[in-house]
């Protein structure tokens, strides 16, 4: 390939494509094609940061095949399986560029678009996030769980998060750095980026369907998802204990005055079922309510241990020795060292 540059100084990278991988052997060398195609439309020195995520059907030596022949691609393998959001910061974190676009390795997200979020960044702005209009090849449940998420999420959060959106983006180096220094473990990368601030655009496309392979996403993860980004923007549900125990405390009162007349009357009544109801629901509102202090504790004690967020079994580029120097996650002051 005749490269303008070559990608042995990381400094020189000007873009970064950043894609999680799990379990894509079967989509990964189209998904090089294209984004190289894009990439090259774009007359710049660029890398490709593949990052593989415990895979277990091969896609790691797919992505250390590439490496060798491609000198713009950098393979990173994991040491087990993080998880999406843990593959995608491992990958942020090593990636040299100037400017970062992140998409999935499943091909939903259309390289070709790369041309158009370039040119929005060319205006000034940091962000530039891709705002699916259209889905393909997802189910009804998919989509109507994915709508009530966003609906509560955006009521529980501070800061918007935009409905329809994906870890799609393209991201300026110092929104990056922004984003790189912060150390929490929860990560919901989208309303981390949201929180930031700094101007964003949303960008219209249509979401197409995986190439190959299938969700790794099945309703259990979808869930754990879904809680993970909720306690990670807000603590509102917390007060969602005391809001019950006002409510209760006021029917309990009501109930309380009832019961004396009850009796001054004379009229003691057999109330088995209406005790019987009471219990029940008292006992599993205080169940849930502390099922969400348990979310909440859970959560500081994992944090709190300040493990790393992942172990990198091996880097394998053709200039490796450079890209093992980029800076750990527990010092991520200096990551406006490099690049
Ligand atoms: N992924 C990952 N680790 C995982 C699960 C998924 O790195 O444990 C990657 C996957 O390879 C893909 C992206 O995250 O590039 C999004 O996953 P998927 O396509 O399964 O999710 P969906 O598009 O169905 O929401
Ligand atoms: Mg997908």
Not at 19 to 35: D, K, L, M, S, T
């Amino acid at each position: 390939m005749g490269e303008l540059l070559t990608v042995a100084d990381g400094r020189n990278v000007v873009l970064s494509v950043v894609a999680p991988c799990y379990n894509e052997r079967a989509g990964i060398e189209e998904f090089h094609r294209r984004v190289t195609a894009a990439c090259q439309q774009q007359q710049a020195n660029y890398e490709i940061v593949l990052v593989n995520d415990g895979s277990t059907d091969g896609t790691r030596e797919a992505i250390f095949s590439l490496a060798k022949r491609d000198q713009h691609v950098v393979g990173i393998d994991l040491a087990r399986n993080y998880g999406h959001q843990i593959a995608l910061t491992a990958g942020l974190e090593f990636c040299r560029g100037q400017r970062i676009l992140i998409l999935d390795a499943d091909l939903q997200d259309p390289p070709e678009l790369l041309g158009r979020m370039m040119a929005k960044m060319d205006e000034g702005y940091d962000v530039v996030y891709g705002q699916r209009e259209e889905r393909e090849g997802e189910s009804w449940f998919k989509l109507a769980t994915a709508s009530l998420f966003y609906r509560i999420l955006t009521k529980l959060s501070d800061v918007p998060i935009p409905a329809n959106t994906g870890d799609f983006r393209l991201m300026s180096r110092r929104a990056l750095d922004h984003l790189n220094a912060m150390p929490e473990r929860y990560r919901f990368i989208r309303g981390m980026v949201s929180w930031i601030g700094l101007r964003q655009y949303a960008l219209p496309y249509k979401r197409e369907g995986r190439f190959a392979g299938e969700t790794h996403y099945p309703l259990r993860k979808m869930v754990i998802f879904a809680i993970d980004a909720m306690t990670s923007f807000s603590v509102k549900p917390l007060r969602f204990a005391s809001h019950l125990g006002l409510t209760f405390g006021l029917l309990g009162f009501a109930l309380l005055l009832y019961t004396i007349f009850a009796w001054v009357a004379g009229r003691v009544l057999p109330g088995w079922t209406s005790l019987a109801s009471i219990m029940l629901i008292l006992g599993s509102i205080q169940l849930l309510v502390l099922g969400i202090f348990g979310e909440y504790l859970g959560r500081m004690y994992m944090e709190t241990k300040r493990r790393p967020l992942f172990i990198v079994n091996e880097i394998a580029s053709l200039a490796p020795d450079e890209i093992g120097q980029v800076q750990r996650r527990d010092a991520p002051h200096k990551a406006a060292a490099h690049g």
